[in-house]
Antibody, heavy 118, light 112 residues
Framework: QLQLQESGPGLVKPSETLSLNCIVS??????????WGWIRQPPGKGLEWIGSIYYSGGTYYNPSLKRRVTTSVDTSKNHVSLKLTSVTAADTAVYYC??????????WGQGTLVTVSS | QSVLTQPPSVSGAPGQRVTISCTGS?????????VHWYQHLPGTAPKLLIY???NRPSGVPDRFSGSKSGTSASLAISGLQAEDEGDYFC????????????FGPGTKVTVL
């Protein structure tokens, strides 16, 4: 059974960079069928797609976040990473790691809450 | 504001049938993009319930069904059970703004 587990600091200061990792177990991140993505949900609000990455490194991002987002894959460690720069309180959210099959998510991580506050 | 709209909540007694609507526009559902549904129970990771408008992944009971028409889609839960209580949200793709995955705000299902 595929499992995705997000990890990273739960508190980030304004203007700093949010960095998260997603460890994938029970399957290889290098499978050609899938993209790996990040999705977030601010408190009391709906889900927002952040971006997706292919195992070979190809990416596509939400235009509203594109200037601040970088995703990467490490096939040797079977993990995906997210970096979001110049964070503000508006970036406070539960961040989910996800596997995308086509245009839908077939597996989600449990999510990790990141709070932006000084 | 979510690009897709859903009712905030629906409720039903055990055994009843409830439906959740997901309304979009001509740049997403109306443009022909499929709708997918997810179940998010408290304390768990979201789970894929329906993909491609009406397809159930292996292991999802046939009590869950999906449909799509025009700029809207629906998720139906028949034979409602206590363990179905949770949040349900829809997702599609939107061709505006360069092409992005979009989500509904979620609907809270309460089993009375």
């Amino acid at each position: 059974q595929l499992q995705l587990q997000e990890s990273g600091p739960g508190l980030v200061k304004p203007s700093e960079t949010l960095s998260l990792n997603c460890i994938v177990s029970g399957g290889s991140i290098s499978t050609s069928t899938y993209y790996w993505g990040w999705i977030r949900q601010p408190p009391g609000k709906g889900l927002e797609w952040i971006g997706s990455i292919y195992y070979s490194g190809g990416t596509y991002y939400n235009p509203s976040l594109k200037r601040r987002v970088t995703t990467s894959v490490d096939t040797s460690k079977n993990h995906v990473s997210l970096k979001l720069t110049s964070v503000t309180a508006a970036d406070t959210a539960v961040y989910y790691c996800a596997r995308l099959q086509g245009l839908w998510v077939d597996y989600w991580g449990q999510g990790t809450l990141v709070t932006v506050s000084s | 504001q979510s690009v897709l709209t859903q009712p905030p909540s629906v409720s039903g007694a055990p055994g009843q049938r409830v439906t959740i609507s997901c309304t979009g526009s001509s740049s997403n559902i109306g443009a022909g993009y499929d709708v997918h549904w997810y179940q998010h129970l408290p304390g768990t990771a979201p789970k894929l319930l329906i993909y491609g408008n009406s397809n159930r992944p292996s292991g999802v009971p046939d009590r869950f069904s999906g449909s799509k028409s025009g700029t809207s889609a629906s998720l139906a839960i028949s034979g409602l059970q206590a363990e179905d209580e949770g949040d349900y949200f829809c997702q599609s793709f939107d061709s505006s703004l360069g092409g992005i995955h979009v989500f509904g705000p979620g609907t809270k299902v309460t089993v009375l």
